[in-house]
């Protein structure tokens, strides 16, 4: 019997056996590479405004450490459970991998509604989870970044707790933090400063003009309003919709997208914007573009919708948006080009790679060393992807995931066993 359940785990684990059968991993190494090596469960007990003592649960899962410390972000969601934490960890372990980063996976979080919390209580929240994870992480055992529900101000907060159990200031427990504090510049933006440059290649490769392009954005959050800012800004993109948790917005003649980010920056949702046709969010998804990113929650992409959408480019911003089964949809369909999840969006944890080592060293560099050095990456990282999928014939996500797997699956056989 196994604490990883539910639908996002589940997920994971067909993508992994897919893979394994694929490279031939024999079945008595696949549980140690697809179970995680650690999972913390804790009560976040805090005084709420109204005088309620309320426990909340909190959660960290760090997936490997054969290569260096884990690294991932840390959600704050109603919905967190264990099985979800544990997918999004393997998830990320594929990714460093594929990045060549010295990093296994990890995400942690707390099952709780940012969006009703007052500011002392998401102080308080961060603050005391932070302590609790004290025991179990470190600069070199398992480094915490923003997720879903989080940001720098949350880092600020995880990164005080820990420096002050210790005595002294530890910049590199966390990354994603402000700059003033031993951030990164570039580092908020990365994620979706990447997503758009990746469809730039993609555009490339398909012999696509971006500047004649349209593309649609599920999910407005940092990455999602980073992505649209980037590709009408830097590529010359025509975003024709975008949405939200709370809004969907379709217009083909293209929508303002500057103001729209800044109706999300002012009102943290994209409710309430009135100047843009609305539509139904599920309906924006199957609305025509040539590009279409997902960068918001798991599982939008289904087999219910895979074969009306009406892409050229899927470009997963977000973790696990598209479903095994319509991944053998798209496969059967052969005119989606797809950016898998663990490539796209791996811009994030590249530049917090990039924030660590500078916080290690303390030597900082600039904005433009720090995109150059990303583009760079991401770069080498897609054309060994798009070679190891021309070679083998497999779909994009095939060969992204065998690239990871491998090379986590080598080092342990190097490592060994032990004892």
Request: aromatic share 6%; proline share 5%.
């Amino acid at each position: 019997m196994s604490i990883y359940t539910g639908p996002v785990f589940e997920m994971a684990a067909t993508q992994f056996a897919a893979i394994a059968d694929h490279i031939g991993i024999a079945q008595d190494e696949r549980a140690r590479l697809l179970y995680p090596k650690r999972t913390i469960a804790v009560s976040v007990p805090v005084h709420m405004d109204d005088g309620r003592t309320e426990v909340f649960q909190g959660y960290r899962v760090q997936h490997h450490l054969t290569l260096g410390p884990t690294k991932g972000g840390t959600r704050f969601a109603p919905s967190l459970d264990v099985g979800e934490t544990a997918a999004l960890a393997i998830w990320m372990s594929w990714k460093c991998a594929l990045a060549n980063l010295p990093y296994g996976g990890a995400k942690g979080g707390v099952a709780c509604d940012p969006g009703i919390l007052s500011r002392r209580e998401l102080e308080a929240i961060s603050r005391r989870y932070m302590q609790e994870m004290i025991p179990f992480v470190s600069p070199h055992t398992d480094v915490m970044a923003p997720d879903m529900g989080t940001n720098e101000q949350v880092m600020a907060w995880f990164m005080d707790t820990y420096s002050m159990h210790h005595g002294h200031s530890v910049n590199e427990i966390v990354t994603g933090k402000p700059v003033a504090l031993g951030g990164t510049e570039g580092r908020r933006e990365a994620t979706g400063r990447g997503v758009a440059h990746l469809i730039g290649r993609a555009c490339e490769r398909l012999g696509m003009r971006a500047s004649n392009s349209t593309a649609i954005v599920q999910g407005f959050g940092n990455v999602g309003s980073v992505t649209a800012l980037c590709l009408q800004a830097e590529h010359g993109v025509k975003v024709v919709g975008a949405s939200d948790h709370t809004a969907a917005f379709h217009d083909p003649n293209g929508l303002d997208v500057a103001k729209l980010a800044a109706h999300a920056a002012a009102h943290r949702v994209l409710s309430g914007y009135t100047e843009a046709p609305r539509i139904d969010p599920a309906e924006l998804l199957l609305q025509k573009a040539d590009i279409l990113a997902p960068c918001a929650v798991e599982r939008v992409i289904d087999a219910a919708n895979a074969g009306r959408l009406q892409c050229r480019i899927l470009a997963e911003g977000a973790n696990g948006p598209t479903t095994p089964e319509a991944d053998a949809i798209l496969d059967l369909r052969g005119d989606v080009f797809v950016i898998p999840d663990i490539l796209c969006n791996a811009g994030g944890v590249v530049v917090s790679y990039f924030e660590w080592v500078q916080d290690l060293q303390r030597l900082f560099w600039s904005e433009t060393e720090v995109n150059t050095k990303l583009r760079s990456l991401l770069d080498g990282t897609f054309a060994q992807v798009s070679a190891r999928a021309a070679k083998d014939r497999i779909s994009m996500r095939m060969a992204a995931l065998a690239i990871g797997v491998e090379r986590v699956r080598a080092g342990k056989q190097l490592r060994g066993l032990f004892p």
